[in-house]
């Protein structure tokens, strides 16, 4: 059974939503605090998480970067009494999949989590990164940039699973290292790290897109596609 987290600090909207998506065959934990969401999140998994972007001991922000950073494949959906643009961009820059803004018609917002469920099965199903320039197919470990074939190690394609999985998130080396290391079951080493990052950086950018961005004293994030011109 699909498992939803939803973090709103309103009773009422919490357990109305909790209500509808019971009876739409979701299971659902409902949490009030950041607090009570991290104790939810600890040991547990969830298909994906609800989250109100103001909540009473903090912010939604910072816990869908938790999310994001703990468990990569969970889908985050944003509630906001805000609808400014700025607002937005802050809550997809942190890895949000969707914004609904309050007051939402509780159909809409059934409507949007069940495309949403819909969009990443499909995707899990296929295990397959399509940006419509760069194609990543990680079953078959093949990839190619607008049609030209490239050619990764299976070392490359674990990092780059993490990436694509974490777009514009920050990861620190030591994220990195901690998941490369258990895709693998062997250590990882710093050194290893930096070779890995800098050879699939040369085989993206020869073709003039910067994909991965350092940040310097931190780590690095996936930015997806940006033109270095």
Known sequence: M????????????????AFNLKMAGYQVISAY???QARGELTGSRFDLAVLDVNLPDGSGLDLCRQIKVSTAGTPV???TANNLESDMIRGYEVGA??????????SVFQKKVAALLNMISKKDKQNIF???????????LTANI???PLAFTPM???MLKVFTDNPKILLTRQVLLEKLWDADEKFVDEHTLTATVSRI??????????YIKTVYGMGYMWVGEKDEG
């Open 2 to 17: 699909i498992k939803i987290l939803i973090v709103e600090d309103d009773m009422v909207l919490n357990q109305t939503l």
């Open 33 to 35: 605090t950041m607090e």
């Open 77 to 79: 959906v944003f509630l």
């Open 97 to 106: 999949d969707d914004y609904i803004t309050k007051p939402f018609p509780v």
């Open 130 to 140: 399509n940006n419509g320039r760069l194609q990543i197919d990680y079953d078959k």
């Open 146 to 148: 607008s049609g030209e």
């Open 156 to 158: 490359e394609f674990r």
């Open 201 to 210: 950086r040369g085989k993206l950018e020869e073709h003039g897109y910067v």
